[in-house]
């Protein structure tokens, strides 16, 4: 060793002739053999690089979950809000389990021209129910109850007319004001959806299978099918939902109805659909941008009702009409029909309480 590096070792409490102890033999000794003063085995001694992977993976993470929550907060912010469940003199009390109001209405919003021709929807401004359910979920299991829009109920302000008239005379307030007084049940979340909202859903999921019992031929509708299990389009679909050329008109329309939302919801959460982002990210985009909910709701509440219709779908609920009574006209409201009053008040009795429905008030 040098006299310069023996006078450092020195100056520094070093021993000048250890080389483990000299701080400028770490570059000789790697590579060197034991008897040089380099590890056991001879083998180099290679410096261990830093590794970056666990950084670069946290980077990842760090990004995905911010376009994850990003993602979400930006198709929450596409839902339509309105003011819809409003307190009321006398209104309903909170009841367990939750409970979902479903409405299709007849909006022509978003169509063209051209798309209210092709689809034979009319030309007709506003918007008016063409259909209403009722969804419940809880301990008590799942249950989706059509609430036909001819019934005959007492309308706050109106006298007694059709369900639907609610809608007519006082928007979706007095719609879920009707439903509650009517059935005794608390409206907890809203959902609308206009005609062409429909469409998109239906098209953005590559369509829904549906067995069609006979052949159905309705101009009015737009519609043509022939009997047997294929997959209808939006256009088809709406046809399908809209028609009453059915031997029981507007009774067999619910039913289809249930049948068709219900298996539109599966489709929707299928792993075929969310995990395709060719179908999850255009189901997204048109059914945050098509759905009117209560100014409370909100995506994750609309992701709960569609897990819930799920089920009903695969068969783990229950699904029916309110039982009809009877049928009778009015000047004032036409034709209509009429509950079986005994019978419904049984069938929302459960749900009040969160119970299963009895099954000798399940329509077949």
Not at 54 to 73: K, Q
Not at 160 to 181: D, Q, R, W, Y
Request: with cysteine; hydrophobic share 35%; net charge positive.
């Amino acid at each position: 060793m040098n006299d310069r590096r023996a006078h450092q070792h020195a100056a520094y409490g070093r021993d000048p002739y250890d080389p483990y102890d000299d701080p400028y033999a770490g570059d000789q000794l790697a590579g060197a053999r034991y008897d040089q003063g380099g590890p056991r085995g001879g083998a180099p001694v290679r410096r261990r690089r830093r590794r970056r992977w666990p950084r670069v993976l946290g980077a990842i993470v760090v990004v995905l979950l911010l376009i994850i929550v990003g993602g979400y907060f930006y198709l929450d912010s596409r839902l339509k809000r309105e003011s819809v469940l409003v307190d009321y003199p006398g209104r309903v009390a909170d009841t367990p389990g939750t409970n979902w109001l479903i409405v299709g209405s007849d909006s022509r919003e978003g169509l063209t021209k051209a798309d209210q021709k092709r689809l034979a929807t009319g030309f007709a401004g506003g918007r008016r129910t063409d259909s209403m359910m009722l969804l419940h979920y809880g301990s008590g299991g799942t249950s989706l109850i059509s609430l036909p829009r001819d019934s005959y109920v007492p309308i706050r302000g109106h006298g007694s007319n059709k369900l639907n008239a609610a809608f007519s005379f006082g928007g979706p307030k007095l719609l879920v004001e009707t439903v509650e007084k009517t059935t005794g049940i608390h409206i907890d979340h809203y959902a609308e959806i206009g005609f062409g909202g429909f469409v998109g859903v239906v098209d953005a999921v590559g369509g829904v299978d549906i067995c069609v019992k006979d052949d159905i031929k309705d101009p009015k509708a737009g519609l043509n099918l022939k009997a047997g299990c294929q997959t209808l389009d939006g256009g088809q679909a709406l046809g399908y939902v809209r028609t009453r050329k059915y031997a029981r008109a507007d009774l067999e329309r619910v039913e289809h109805q249930r049948q068709f939302f219900a298996a539109l919801m599966k489709k929707a959460t299928s792993p075929g659909t969310m995990f395709n982002p060719f179908r999850s990210v255009p189901l997204a985009m048109n059914a945050t941008s098509n759905f009117l909910v209560d100014e409370n709701d909100h995506l994750y509440d609309l992701v709960r009702m569609m897990w819930a219709m799920k089920g009903v779908s695969g068969g783990s609920g229950v699904t029916t009409t309110v039982p009809i009574g009877g049928s009778g006209s009015s000047a004032a409201a036409g034709s209509y029909i009429t509950w079986d009053k005994a019978k419904a008040s049984k069938l929302f009795g459960a749900l009040k309480q969160d119970q299963p429905i009895p099954q000798d008030v399940i329509t077949k």
